[in-house]
């Protein structure tokens, strides 16, 4: 059985910081973080793939960084200078892949985990 499991959520005030990880039962082509704030629909936020190449959504660029643990199945997303608008539903997202390349949209990705609840206060 495919599980997800994501820790490191939580509260903190505008630009602190918090570290969200994700352990996978399998190993995949494609790994990530999406989010998804009440009322708006779930964006990528930033995907890695199995080179280690990562793709961020623009409004992350140079405050967010993921990447991959020792153990190939782990992800960690360290989110600094984080804003209020970066409040929301943080979900981890696997996939095998499509053509050969890991998409930021989230009807790519098969596997999802249970979601870890992010807020930054202003």
């Known amino acids: 059985q495919v599980q997800l499991v994501e820790s490191g959520g939580g509260s903190v005030e505008a630009g602190g910081f918090l570290r969200l990880s994700c352990e996978a039962s399998?190993?995949?082509?494609?790994m990530g973080w999406f989010r998804q704030a009440p009322g708006k629909e779930r964006e990528g936020v930033a995907i890695?793939?199995?080179?280690?190449?990562?793709t961020y959504v623009d409004s992350v660029k140079g405050r967010f960084t993921l990447s991959k643990g020792n153990a190939k199945n782990t992800l960690y997303l360290q989110m600094n200078s984080l804003k209020p608008e970066d409040t929301g539903m943080y979900y981890c997202?696997?996939?095998?892949?499509?053509?050969?390349?890991?998409?930021?949209?989230?009807?790519?990705?098969?596997?999802w985990g249970q979601g870890a609840q992010v807020t930054v206060s202003s």
């Open positions: 997202a696997a996939s095998y892949g499509f053509g050969g390349f890991c998409y930021t949209v989230s009807k790519f990705y098969n596997y």
């Open positions: 890695i793939d199995s080179n280690g190449r990562t």
């Open positions: 399998n190993t995949y082509m494609c």
